[in-house]
């Protein structure tokens, strides 16, 4: 099972946003951090559905140190919160 970082980002006080550095345009959201959490498998689901469509596959995850190395991504991680998501959830990697 993998786990992706995710980036919560709270900028707009009505709605929190959620993004994975490792899948560029993977994006979940919601009211507040919770939901946001909740529809991020669902916002992967439907990224590797799109990947696996085109042929290709999810690509590897990195870890929260190689992103914070990674010049593009180590503002982000110190200024926002990051997260781990698993890739499948549980739920599907028991089926």
């Known amino acids: 099972m993998a786990q ?8 707009d006080p009505d709605v929190i946003s959620l993004w994975f550095p490792d899948l560029p345009g993977c994006i979940s959201g ?5 939901e946001a959490l909740e529809n991020a498998p669902e916002a992967l689901a ?38 781990l998501i698993e890739w499948p959830p549980v739920s599907e990697a028991m089926e």
């Open 46 to 83: 439907f990224y590797a559905q799109e990947l696996i469509a085109d042929g290709r596959q999810l690509p590897p995850p990195r870890t929260l140190a190689e992103l914070e190395a990674d010049p593009e991504f180590a503002e982000d991680v110190r200024n926002h919160t990051a997260v």
């Open 30 to 34: 919601g009211d507040d951090v919770e």
């Open 4 to 11: 992706y970082v995710a980036i919560i980002e709270d900028a």
